[in-house]
């Protein structure tokens, strides 16, 4: 049932009118961040005043104005838009906080523009969350792209602005070379009919040669998704402060690439459809083949955060990869893993900026024997590398488990063993970091060396890293949310 409601529009609004503010509080950073905390915590409240009605299975429906002919923008919270917001809000009170203590630790500049940016950012994932029809999913989508861009290039240093044009070009590039003309043809072809609504408004409308055309355009277009070949943009965004990492792995930007990945499969096309015209094997070899490929990649890199965006490129893909075997359990998974790999690949990145902060140090031959100095913070890691590898009693071991059903389902046996070996690849990248750190002892000169003095980063730092490692764990125990929010999507 359709319900109209003005909470998604104020839901959308609150951390975009935070910006004046934290504009004007420039030379007040209390004050300043006071104000990012304060629309964090509204933003999140108004999610869950809507959390009620959408488990009993309503939908709210908001829209203004007239973009094209028809076309209004238009907000629409359905089960897996009200999970994707939960993530994001969520994630974006505990983001904030470890940002103050990252930031003001490494004394970075141009802080008042970090926060105004992060909290447009924001306000674009919700808007990409909520969005009601494709040319709605599609101006968020590339304002998320725009606002993040000072984030990445924070640093301003050559290889700031290397990143940052690799970034934007590839992001802007990939969606105007392909979403654009997609959704052109899908307006045309549905009839001026692009809202997303209980079925898919492309469904009966388009033949299996157009349809594997325009399902391929919009999955590799949508590139924040990070499929091969277009994902280098994401190891190379790296460069960017670890807040701003953590951004672009869990709360917004990765995230929406594949919740754009999934709305085409379930809102553009439909599931039902898709099993008709026969087209979604390409993309699920594009997305095996990313899983596998990003994987042993991940396993060569020293640098901690480029090994963890590499992770990151294969994890996403999992979730393309369950979409793809279009059954019940194979959806299910990958709406479960949006949000179970977001709170274990946050832990991963806080601790990274963590023993940054603490230490000086990025590069994994460096730490070990670092759990010695910083044990949470190393213990921390070890609980989000294990629910990012799938293992009990972590969170990622029920999207894990629903893709591997999900393979079953579509008799993929192939993919089934691609999700198997991924994982023990996944621990062959990740486990040795904590393990090395915590039951080895470190190198002579860092017993009574500098080193000696380093000690776990600050409080504003810790306890944001030890919450989302506990939620993994949490996650694993009470898993009904999730699995009945992407239940709505399935039915």
Known sequence: MIEFSFIPLFTWLVSLLAVPAILVFRKRPDARE???FLAAFLKLAMVFMML?????GKILHFKFGEILPGIPIE???DGL?????????SLWILTTLYAVGYMRGLREHDQTRFFACFAISLSATIGVAFAGNLLTLYIFYEILSLSTYPLVTHHGDKA?????RTYLSHLLGTSVAFVLPAMIYCYWKSGGDIKFTDGAFLDGKIGSSDGLIVLVAFTLGFAKSGLMPFHSWLPNAMVAPTPVSA??????????????VLR????VFGTDFLQQLDVVTVITYIAAFTIIVSSLIALTQDNLKRRLAFSTIGQLAYIVLGVSFLSSNGVTGSVMHIAMHAFGKITL???AGAIFVASGKKYISQMVGLGKQMPITMIAFLIGSLSIIGLPPFGGAWSKWYLFLGALDAEQTAMAVVLVISSLLNIAYLLPIPINALFRSPPQKDEKGSDSGIKEAPLACLIPLCITALAGLLFFMFPGLGFELAQLITK
């Open 247 to 260: 951004l672009l792995h869990a709360v917004a930007v990765v995230k929406v690439g594949v919740f754009c």
């Open 160 to 164: 700031a602005r290397t990143g940052g």
């Open 81 to 89: 838009g009200m999970l994707f917001a939960l993530v994001a809000s």
């Open 75 to 77: 907000f629409r919270v």
């Open 52 to 56: 009620p009605l959408i488990r009993e």
């Open 34 to 36: 006071g104000v990012t």
């Open 264 to 267: 085409v499969f379930t809102g």
């Open 349 to 351: 990145f806080f601790c």
